[in-house]
């Protein structure tokens, strides 16, 4: 027997997203909509979790795995009957009984943390999350009794003008206890005139029942907003950003425009690192200390250490060790990795190549498929041509080798230690440790001012 289940409804239609697309399916930072309210139920520690998720929602299912269990509610009767769906798959299986929407991902897990918490202390039948707001948001009413406590949550379909003018509202968010949800659920009547079970009739059933019903209230409307239209997509990206910005800030790391600064939720960032305005951090990115991110810059999971500079530049799947700087303009794709204190300027391209400590490779060169050593000079427009139009071969470079400006290494293509290439070559043979080749296709030539 789990302490904590939760069911998270998500069989709703979404169709004022006008979209092909699931609305919670719909990205918000980064991470689809369904995976903010999956996460935060992991985070609480629910020993079960089932997703009641509608027809068609077989794309759903697919992107959030096996890590839940899923219910189908095939009719959409309403969030009582939704719930109802989950009944098999929870029942006799957890004591307390968490409901949320998939569509509500600014949900903070302190509040669902202090909602658990209200629930396992005062074991009533019921404990909801309310909230005051002048704008009413369509949302229910929570009526209280003459000695303030909640005895009804109200819909606006079926409300008195008094009610209307109630400013507590139900955020769609419970604590059950399960063996009384499971026993009294199914006897929620349908509400006329759409016939649909209202979720929100527990509380009067509990009253009813000589119950209690306890009421967790919040202050912040931004919380409980939920996502119907694209324009709350926007909205509730906003809110999250703020929030994992100003998180960012509180643990030290300096953002010079937070409002064109945006971070999804699992990138990590060390003190006193500064993101300049424009720039986007997606993914499982890390970055240490002291280092400095933008202008204009686009990083996708990749991994940066201490010290390293980064001016408008595109990185995805890249590792860069400490003290690197890049940019401007340079693009490190999958499987670039720079060693401690490289240095590449501006137009240059990396993809699947290691960069030995104190490389340089100044101005727009491509470097793919490939192993530098240390100490490399790399000339302005050097290409290592990687493709022959059929498959990829891998260019050697030993350390301290000096490739001059504008060369073309045709890999396969070993270039020894302390190698020198002359600006302008086509290097189609291995170049020994100490030679020097230059000339198109590049030979042997002695060293200037050596022996003949
Ligand atoms: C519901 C509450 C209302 C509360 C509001 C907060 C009821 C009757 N009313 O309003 O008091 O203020 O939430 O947002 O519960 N869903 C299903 N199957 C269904 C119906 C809904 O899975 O048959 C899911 C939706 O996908 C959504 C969530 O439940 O994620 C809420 O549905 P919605 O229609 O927005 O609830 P309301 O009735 O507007
Ligand atoms: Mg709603």
Redo the contacts with the bound molecule.
Sequence with gaps: MHELAVAI????Q?TRMRSDLN??LHPVLGKPMILWSVGLAHQLGAGLITL???NNAQAVSDKVGPSVEYAL?AE???????VLQAKDSLQGRARTVLVL????PTLRLETLQALVALHTERRPAVTLLSVCSDDS????RVVRDATGRAEA?V?EAVATPEIMALKE????VYCFDADWLWQRLPDIPPTMPKG?Y????TVALAIADGLSVEVLQIDDVSE?Q?I?TRVHLAEATRILRTRINERHMLNGVTLVDPDTTYIEPDVEIGQDTVVHPNTALHGATQIGGHASIGPNSVIRDSVIADGCRIEASHLEGALLERNVEVGPFGHLRSGAHLGEGVHMGDYGEVKQAYLGPGTKMGHFSYVGNARVGANVNIGAGVVTCNYDGAARHETIIEDDAFIGSGSMLVAPVHIGQGARVGAGAVVTHDVPDGGLVYGVPARQRPAPGGEQ
């Design positions: 409804l998500a069989a709703g979404g609305k919670v009641v998720i509608g509610q959409r009767l309403g969030t009582g009957h939704a929407y998939g569509d509500m948001m369509g949302f229910g949550v819909e509202l139900n955020c769609g649909e209202y979720l929100t009739d409980v939920g119907n």
